[in-house]
Structures are given as structure tokens and as C-alpha cells.
């Protein structure tokens, strides 16, 4: 049973171009949810989100990010027009009863 | 906002010492979940915590829910360097509320 998928697990991006992160659950989860952990520091919420619906972004920022989760495939984080503010780990984790299951992480550096 | 702090951010301690973290929030939480995470890898659950007062143990780690459901404590006893990681709480109120972390570092 294969866990919670990330990829890519390194992403490197200049200034202004786009990222694009994906999270594949665990399988029969419906659950996703995106944190953002800079270095030294604890998770940030981002967003929760269950099939083709967004339950709460209300941790995203209101400009360039932007989440999704379609009826097929990952659930992908998005990030516009990158800054260097964005260089951080961006877990995706899943959930089915009641714990969260965590994936590996993105780690994004911007240039 | 909902905040939920942890005290302290870090801790050093001898290899055989007891450990101990706190989580504190700023309103009732309807559980309270811990997580570890190991340096560069990614939070792992460990428990969950719903009722108030509710304390249960796993092996040398035992953890607590505070009776007014707004704070809790994770105890080590007798540390060993595989307990090395960032402990984080997570308190559900409308989402899920992770804790700034405490970073133990066990000296052999």
C-alpha cells in the first residue's frame, strides 16, 4: 500500500517562472491538504481539499498560489511567477479517519 | 486568528534524561494530534488525544490533553538518540493548527 506521493522532490525555478507540485494520497483517501514549512519553522495550513472541492484555503496566499484536486489525479499545488520568499518544503498530507498521512515534501528553491 | 504555541522551541538534552513539550493554544480544541519529524524528513503521526484529561502512553513517550482542552504535553522518559526530531501538535478547531515544534537534540 503505497503511501503519500510527492513529486517532484526538488524543484528548482528562477524568479517569475511557474511551479507546479503534486500530491498523489494515499489510496481510498479523499483528504488532501497542503502545509508550507520554511527552514527552522513549524507547518503552515495552506489548503484542505476533498474531490473537485476546496474546503478551506484559508491559508493560501490570495495572489499566485493556487490548489487543486481533480476527480482524476494528483492534487496539484500551483505557483506563479515564483520570488525567492517561496523557497521552502511544501507537504502535501492525506487523511482518511483521523491522522494525517504526509508525504515526502517538495523542496522549492527560487533563484 | 488561532494560534498554537509550543514551548520550548528547543532542547538539548543528555542521552538517559526525560524530555518534556508543551503545546498551548489560544482557544478549546475539539482533539489534539502529535507528530514527529526527523531532520530532513517529514511529520509522522504519533497520537491522537480527544477527551479532556485523556493521557495515554506509548512506550516512553507519554502525552496529555489539558482538562479545559487547550493545552497538552508530550513527556519522553529516559531519552535515546532515535527520539532525535522536531515534535510538533496539531489542535483541530475549523482546520488543523500545527504548533511552532520542538527541536530535541539528544547528546550521547
Known amino acids: 500500500n503505497a503511501g503519500v506521493m510527492q513529486n517532484p522532490r526538488h524543484l528548482v525555478r528562477r524568479r517569475g517562472q511557474e511551479a507546479r507540485l503534486r500530491c498523489s494520497p494515499m489510496?481510498?483517501?479523499?483528504?488532501v491538504y497542503w502545509y508550507r514549512q520554511l527552514p527552522e519553522e513549524g507547518l503552515k495550513f495552506m489548503v484542505y481539499l476533498q474531490k473537485e472541492n476546496i474546503i478551506d484555503e484559508s491559508g493560501m496566499p490570495k495572489e499566485r498560489f493556487s490548489a487543486e484536486f481533480p476527480k482524476e489525479g494528483p492534487s496539484i499545488l500551483r505557483i506563479q511567477q515564483v520570488v525567492r520568499g517561496d523557497s521552502a518544503a511544501y507537504f502535501c498530507?492525506?487523511?482518511?479517519?483521523?491522522?494525517?498521512?504526509f508525504g515526502p515534501g517538495t523542496r522549492l528553491t527560487v533563484t | 486568528g488561532q494560534q498554537v504555541m509550543q514551548i520550548p522551541q528547543y532542547q538539548h538534552v543528555q542521552e538517559g534524561e526525560d524530555f518534556t513539550t508543551y503545546c498551548n493554544s489560544s482557544t478549546t480544541l475539539s482533539n489534539i494530534q502529535w507528530y514527529k519529524q526527523r531532520p530532513g524528513g517529514h511529520p509522522v503521526f504519533l497520537i491522537q488525544l480527544v477527551k479532556s484529561g485523556e493521557v495515554k502512553k506509548q512506550k516512553r513517550l507519554t502525552f496529555q490533553f489539558g482538562e479545559a482542552k487547550k493545552n497538552s504535553s508530550l513527556h519522553i522518559t529516559a531519552t535515546q538518540t532515535t527520539d532525535v526530531g522536531t515534535y510538533f501538535c496539531?489542535?483541530?478547531?475549523?482546520?488543523?493548527?500545527f504548533g511552532t515544534g520542538t527541536s530535541l537534540t539528544v547528546i550521547p
Open positions: 489510496k481510498g483517501h479523499s483528504h
Open positions: 498530507a492525506s487523511s482518511g479517519a483521523y491522522e494525517q498521512y
Open positions: 496539531a489542535g483541530f478547531g475549523n482546520q488543523f493548527y
